[in-house]
């Protein structure tokens, strides 16, 4: 069992917890405390906004088979 020691400030040193991490505190049994960490929210691959979703390599690869039969090169 690890300890830990609430300071002047209500501060407590999570052992192993990483620096930004966001932890859950809920009143647990007989007047003590459950400390779960909470995951990190996904975010959106492509934000609004964002035009990334249209430049694939697929994509690139499609629009160059296509552009091939509409243009002419220099004669």
């Known amino acids: ?33 459950t400390v779960c960490p909470i995951p990190p929210e996904a975010s959106e691959p492509f934000p609004p906004g964002s035009l990334l979703e249209y430049f694939t390599k697929e994509r690139d690869e499609l629009e160059t088979i296509l552009a091939k039969g509409c243009l002419q090169g220099p004669e």
């Not at 020691?5 to 007047?31: M, W, Y």
């Open 1 to 33: 069992m690890t300890t830990a020691t609430v300071d002047d400030r209500k501060r407590v040193q999570l052992p192993d917890a990483k620096p930004g991490q966001v932890v859950s505190i809920e009143p647990g049994p007989n007047g003590g405390w």
